[in-house]
């Protein structure tokens, strides 16, 4: 008899301190939430925006959980969807995971979702002054693509650094991309001020920001308001840009005007 009652006793300690039952995934609040949150680059149904971006149609449930949760942890590096997935909470995950699992995955290869207009829009004009009227403030290579990047602000952006400020409406920032100019031996050449000689110039990236701007973004994306451009080497808006990418890499940095390189702002207008 004894021997009987003690797997009993076993089982229901067993269960008390597995606490209670995981709430069933809820797949009409995960597709909410995708709509809200993810359709800006991978679709609302799990068919992404672009080639670049991974379907997520079809994937299992428990493989889309899995990997959501080491991108939020940074297990898994990636800091576009590093800067997503943080703002969620373990139950929207598992929600996502089970809306995503049960759509149909994309008959062909080249299917797309429509990108969304707020994300494709280029509210900024290209500033052809910016060599004069800008403070050049920064140079970055970029070993990996063999590139060297210029950095440039306009005067209310590099007042507000100088001032300690954040960083008002009618701030532009603009980054020239070249490519560097390469040796016989193939490898980038280096010239006096210790960065890579540029070459051929390539295209540019910018930022900017007026009041408004980010008020028809997706929130989990938007960077108060400010927009994000890449604008071919005539100054021409880039087609097919998705913001979306760039608000989210630029998130967490939202204490330093959303900039990776508010310090060397502020320490080159702080110098004029």
């Keep these: ?52 971006i991974p379907n997520l149609a079809g994937q299992k449930a428990r493989y ?27 139950e929207e995950i598992v929600d996502l995971a089970a809306h ?35 403070v050049r403030y920064h140079t970055i290579d970029f070993p990996a693509t063999g590139q060297v990047r210029h950095y440039f602000a306009n005067a209310a952006a590099a007042q507000a650094a100088r001032e300690g400020r954040s960083l008002p409406d009618g701030s532009f920032l603009l980054v020239e991309v070249h490519a560097a100019r390469r040796g016989a031996d193939g490898k980038p050449i280096t010239g006096p001020d210790g960065f890579f000689v540029a070459d051929k110039l390539l295209f540019y990236t910018a930022m900017a920001r007026e009041a408004g701007w980010g008020a ?12 994000y451009a890449v604008f071919t080497t005539d100054g021409k808006p ?19 005007s959303f ?13 004029r």
């Design 1 to 52: 008899m004894k021997a009987a009652i003690f797997p009993l006793v076993l089982l229901a300690t067993v269960g008390a301190l597995a606490g209670p039952a995981a709430a069933a995934p809820d797949a009409e609040a995960g597709r909410a939430k995708a709509e809200a949150a993810c359709a800006a680059c991978h679709g609302a149904l799990g068919i992404s925006v672009t080639d670049t």
């Design 64 to 90: 889309l959980e899995t990997q959501l949760k080491a991108l939020k942890s940074g297990s898994r590096k990636n800091d576009v969807m590093h800067a997503i997935a943080s703002q969620l909470s373990d």
């Design 100 to 134: 995503f699992s049960r759509l149909k995955g994309a008959d062909g290869g080249d299917a797309r979702s429509p990108m969304l207009e707020s994300l494709a829009a280029v509210r900024m004009t290209f500033p052809a002054n910016h060599r004069d009227g800008f």
């Design 216 to 227: 028809t973004l997706p929130d989990n994306l938007r960077n108060e308001d400010w927009n």
């Design 238 to 256: 880039r087609p097919g840009v998705n913001q979306a990418e760039c608000l989210a890499c630029h998130k967490p940095h939202d204490k330093t």
């Design 259 to 271: 900039l990776f390189t508010l310090k060397p702002l502020a320490e080159a207008a702080s110098r």
